[in-house]
């Protein structure tokens, strides 16, 4: 028997009796929730090259979470969030709160439902890679290392930070870094102090040290009023076209069927008169002249 799904009654006037089914979000396949933004792979695109987007590295996020390959990397993200207490004279409770909160909003930011993963487990792989992002970017600029990839390093393995299902909603990493850093950077004081001129700096550093042409400099215009999802939904604002100017829309477009059978009939015309005197800019000019 098909369980029928918990609605919403709507009142209309005179017409008390209506009820209009309206799924509340709790019922909702985790890619329909309003807050999904963070999606695995189509796996027609994991056939073509699957390397490109699969974590090779270190896994961020639930998706590849309980892979064993990429569990050596754990310890790094221990020693990174150790770190940040004492950078950030925070406990772990404090910089917990907000994902203790949050919980189930951040697990519907995902495309799938992680029954093997328990809240305790979940809010602890939140935390933990999201500080050891944040931390990232604030050791790359603070030591201006380069960005490109060395010592054998694949560029694959490199922009793990890229990857679509290696990510965590950007309004966590976004609150972590304003609760807990955003005092340390080491800014003028008149200078922007917001998460989006951090993450714009290290994207700045990344694209200069590969050598790639991508323009950071109206980062608040271009960011103005849009909902980002994470980081690689950040960068993707910056690699959109410009707005296109569109000229005169296209009245009348000729069928290619009829231009060839008009250029076929001028050549047997030719050939069937004067051979000799037809030439190729005849052939044209007639041409052209049936288009109009």
């Known amino acids: 028997m098909k369980l029928m799904k918990p609605c919403i009654e709507v009142e209309i006037e005179e017409c008390d009796d209506i009820i209009v089914d309206v799924p509340l979000a ?11 933004c963070i999606y695995r792979v189509p796996e027609k695109l994991h056939k073509v090259n ?17 892979e064993k390959k990429l569990k050596k990397m754990e310890q790094l993200k221990l020693r990174y969030f150790k770190e940040a207490l004492y950078r950030t004279k925070k406990d772990q409770k404090d ?4 994902i203790v909160e949050n919980e189930v909003l951040i697990r519907h930011c995902y495309a799938e439902i992680f029954h093997n993963i328990n809240s305790k487990e979940f ?66 004081e008149n200078e922007d102090k917001s998460f989006h001129k951090f993450v714009v700096d290290y994207f700045k550093q990344f694209f200069e040290d590969a050598g790639l042409n991508c323009s950071f400099d109206d980062y608040q215009k271009i960011l103005e009023g849009k909902q980002v999802g994470h980081l690689t939904d950040f960068l993707r604002y910056f690699l959109l076209p410009p707005k296109w100017k569109f000229g005169k829309g296209i ?18 015309i030719y050939s069937k008169y004067d051979v000799q005197r037809a030439n190729f800019i005849n052939v044209e000019t007639d041409f052209i002249n049936a288009e109009k």
């Open 26 to 36: 709790v019922d909702l396949d985790p890619d329909e929730q309003p807050a999904c």
């Open 50 to 66: 699957k390397d490109a987007y699969t974590p090779m590295l270190i896994s961020v996020g639930p998706f590849h979470h309980h």
């Open 95 to 98: 910089l917990a709160k907000y």
């Open 123 to 188: 809010i602890k792989m939140i935390l933990l890679d999201s500080i050891f992002i944040i931390e990232h970017l604030l050791r790359t600029k603070e030591n201006s290392r380069r960005s490109s990839p060395s010592n054998g390093t694949t560029y694959c393995e490199y922009t793990w930070w890229l990857l679509l299902e290696n990510q965590v909603p950007f309004f966590v990493l976004k609150e972590l870094n304003n609760s807990a850093y955003q005092d340390l950077l080491n800014v003028q």
């Open 251 to 268: 009245k009348h477009l000729p069928c290619a069927k009829n231009r060839f059978y008009e250029c076929s009939k001028q050549i047997r």
